[in-house]
C-alpha cells in the first residue's frame, strides 16, 4: 500500500517536532548551570547596590522576580507591536538589560549627592574635634546633624563600630559600600591619623580643602566633555526615534518588514551593532580619569 501524502506530512512534522524537542531538551540542559551563574552573579551585583550602596530592603531575588515579569511583559508587547518573534526578543533583552541601568544611575545619583555633602560632613568633624570631641564623637554628630543621605552613611558606620566592629574596618566597608574617591581619601588619611597621631582639626581642613578641590576638577572636566556626552545619548537614542517616526508616520507596513523580512533582521542587527560601536567609542572619549 503506497502511503498518502498527507500521512508523509504528518510523519516530517513528527520528526520535525521531536528534533526541535530534543534540540531544546539539549540546550536547555547545556545551558541551566551558566544560566544559574549568571543569575547569582546578577543578584549578588543588585545585593550590593539594593542594599549596600542604597541602603534598601529590598532583596536581589525580589528584584530578580520582578525582573523577570517585566521581561515578559516587553516581550508581549514587542511581539503585538511588531508581530514577529524577533521584536519580542529585542524588547525582552531590554528588560533584562534596563534594571541593571537603573540601578547604576540611582546609585551614581547617590554618590554624587554624598560627594557633594562630603566637604559639609568633613568641616562638621572638624569643629567637633576643635571643640574637644575624639573622632568617634565627631562622627555622632554628623550622623545626627548631617544632611541625608550623608547622615545615613554615618550613622550605618557608626552602628557598625557599636556592634563590636574596628572603627577601621569600618570606615573600610563603608568606602567598599559607598564606592567614592573622595570618601577614600578622607577615611584613609583618617586610619592613618589614628596610628601616627597628630593634629586631626589640621588633617580634615587640609582633607577638606583638597576633596574641594578634586570636586572643582571634576565639575571642569564635566563641564568640557558634556557636549560629547550629549551627542553619545542622542546617538543611542536616534535609531529608535528614527523607527517611530517611520512606524507612526511614514509606512507602518514598510517598517515592519525590518522585523519579519530576513535582509530587514540582517539590516536591524546592523544598525543595532554600529550604534552600539559608536556610542561606546564616544563614551571611550569623552571619559576622563582625574
Given amino acids: 500500500m503506497i502511503p498518502s501524502p498527507l500521512a508523509a506530512l504528518d510523519a516530517a512534522q ?15 540542559a547545556v545551558g541551566l548551570n551558566p544560566l ?5 552573579r546578577r543578584e549578588s551585583r543588585q545585593q550590593r547596590i539594593l542594599q549596600g550602596a542604597l541602603l534598601l530592603k529590598v532583596g536581589a531575588r525580589t528584584a530578580t522576580v520582578l525582573t523577570a515579569i517585566g521581561v515578559v511583559f516587553l516581550a508581549f508587547i ?15 533583552a531590554v528588560g533584562v538589560l534596563l534594571p541593571n541601568h537603573v540601578l547604576k544611575y540611582l546609585w551614581r545619583r547617590r554618590v ?29 554628630l554628623v550622623a545626627r546633624d548631617g544632611p541625608i543621605p550623608l547622615r545615613q552613611e554615618f550613622r550605618h558606620m557608626l552602628r557598625e563600630y557599636e556592634y563590636g566592629v574596628a572603627l577601621e574596618e569600618a570606615m573600610e566597608n563603608t568606602v567598599r559600600r559607598i564606592g567614592s574617591g573622595d570618601f577614600r581619601l578622607l577615611f584613609a588619611a583618617l586610619r592613618t591619623h589614628r596610628q601616627r597621631g ?5 588633617t580634615l581642613d587640609r582633607i577638606a580643602e583638597s576633596v574641594r578641590e578634586i570636586q572643582r576638577l571634576e ?19 536616534m535609531p529608535a526615534v528614527v523607527l517611530a517616526i517611520l512606524y507612526f508616520l511614514v509606512s507602518r507596513e514598510d517598517t515592519l518588514k525590518l522585523f519579519t523580512e530576513d535582509l530587514g533582521k540582517l539590516i536591524l542587527a546592523a544598525i ?13 572619549i569623552v571619559s576622563v580619569d582625574i
Fill in 272 to 284: 543595532v551593532l554600529l550604534n552600539i560601536i559608536g556610542f561606546l567609542w564616544i563614551r571611550k
Fill in 198 to 202: 597628630g593634629d586631626l582639626g589640621a
Fill in 36 to 40: 544559574r551563574q549568571w543569575l547569582a
Fill in 219 to 237: 565639575a571642569r572636566v564635566k563641564t568640557l566633555t558634556a557636549q560629547g556626552k550629549v551627542t553619545a545619548r542622542w546617538l543611542g537614542a
Fill in 14 to 28: 513528527i520528526a520535525t517536532s521531536v528534533v526541535i524537542f530534543l534540540a531544546v531538551f539539549a540546550a536547555t
Fill in 78 to 92: 514587542g511581539y503585538g507591536l511588531t508581530e514577529s518573534v524577533f521584536g519580542a526578543i529585542l524588547a525582552g
Fill in 112 to 140: 554624587a549627592k554624598l560627594e557633594s555633602q562630603l566637604v559639609t560632613g568633613i568641616q562638621t568633624l572638624s569643629s567637633g574635634v576643635r571643640a574637644g570631641l575624639n573622632l568617634v564623637q565627631a562622627m555622632e
